[in-house]
C-alpha cells in the first residue's frame, strides 16, 4: 500500500505542479515517446539478464506492493514454535519430533504456528536443521558454519532482483534521451513547418527525457530499495532460528534459547520479554 500512497503522490506533485504552472497536462501524453522509452528499456532488460534473473525479478516484484509479513506477530509465532519444538526435544528426545520435520504441512504442531507455515523458506530452514540434529553426527560449529553458507546463498540469490530492477532505473532516463534525440530528428526535418508546429514538435521531443528521468527516479529505481528491504527482513527471521538453535545445541534451555533469537531481531519488531513471555504461555494452553 505505502508503494502506491507514493505512486499517487508523485503523480500529483509532478503533474499537478505542472498544471499549476499553467502547462497544459495533455501536452505531455505522448505514446510514441512512451513506447520508446518502454521498449527499449524492456528490451535492454532481457538483453542483459538470464532467464533465472528474469524469473527471480517478476516473482518478487509483486511482493513490494502488500504490506511485510515480517511483523511482531509472525516473529511471536516462529518463536513460539521453536520453543514448542525444543521442550518437546527437551522431555520426549530428538527422534519424537521426527514426523514433524519430515511432514511438516501435516503436522499438528507446526498448524498451531500458520504464518511460520506460510512462509517455505522458515519451514525449510527449521526442518533441514533440526533434520541434522535428529542424525546427531554434527556439532553446533559444523551446523553453524552450514547455516551461514546457506544465508549467505539466500542474500545473493535475493540481491539477484534488486540489481536488475537497479540496472533497469538506471538505463531509463537514457532512453528518455535517446527518444528526445529522434524527436529532434523528427522536429529538424519538418523546419518547412510554422513555427507554432514546430513548437509543438520540440515540446513532444522533451517530453521523452522528462518521462525517462520520472520513471526513473519515481517509479522504477525506489523498487529496488524495496526489495533490498524485503531482503533484509527475510534473512532477519532466517538468523533468529539460527541463532535460536545453535543455543539449544550449546546446551541452552529452551527458554534462554527463544531469547537469544530475540534478541537478534530488528528492534522495531522485536517483542519485549513479557510480550514473548505471555504469548508463549498463551500457545501452551
Not at 529522434?182 to 522536429?187: I, K
Request: net charge negative; charged share 20%.
Amino acid at each position: 500500500m505505502l508503494v502506491i500512497l507514493g505512486y499517487i503522490v508523485i503523480i500529483i506533485s509532478v503533474f499537478g505542479g505542472f498544471a499549476l504552472a499553467g502547462g497544459h497536462v495533455a501536452s505531455l501524453w505522448q505514446p510514441v515517446e512512451v513506447l520508446m522509452i518502454a521498449g527499449g528499456a524492456i528490451g535492454a532488460f532481457v538483453v542483459g539478464n538470464s532467464s533465472k534473473a528474469i524469473k527471480a525479478t517478476l516473482k518478487n516484484l509483486p511482493g513490494v506492493f502488500k504490506e511485510t509479513p515480517y511483523n511482531k506477530a509472525m516473529y511471536m509465532q516462529l518463536m513460539s514454535l521453536l520453543y514448542t519444538i525444543l521442550m518437546k526435544v527437551k522431555k520426549e528426545g530428538m527422534l519424537s519430533i521426527e514426523g514433524d520435520v519430515d511432514n511438516p504441512k501435516q503436522s499438528d504442531l507446526f498448524k498451531k504456528f500458520p504464518l511460520i507455515l506460510g512462509d517455505h523458506h522458515a519451514i525449510e530452514f527449521i526442518t533441514d536443521y533440526l533434520r541434522l540434529m535428529v542424525g546427531g553426527n554434527l556439532n553446533s560449529m559444523e551446523i553453524e558454519n552450514l547455516m551461514d553458507c546457506e544465508l549467505e546463498t539466500h542474500h545473493q540469490e535475493g540481491e539477484v532482483p534488486i540489481h536488475t530492477v537497479a540496472k533497469l532505473g538506471d538505463g531509463l532516463p537514457a532512453f528518455g534521451i535517446v527518444a528526445a534525440v529522434m524527436g529532434v530528428v523528427h522536429t529538424m526535418e519538418s523546419v518547412h513547418l510554422p513555427p507554432a508546429e514546430l513548437g509543438i514538435l520540440i515540446a513532444a521531443a522533451l517530453v521523452g527525457t522528462f518521462l525517462g528521468i520520472l520513471l526513473a527516479y519515481g517509479f522504477i529505481s525506489p523498487l529496488a530499495g524495496k526489495l533490498e528491504h524485503r531482503l533484509h527482513e527475510s534473512s532477519k527471521l532466517l538468523e533468529c532460528i539460527k541463532v535460536t538453535l545453535l543455543a539449544n545445541l550449546n546446551g541452552y534451555s529452551p527458554v534462554l534459547s527463544v531469547e537469544f533469537g530475540r534478541k537478534a531481531l530488528f528492534s522495531t519488531e522485536r517483542p519485549s520479554f513479557l510480550e514473548l513471555e505471555e504469548h508463549i504461555s498463551k500457545s501452551k494452553s
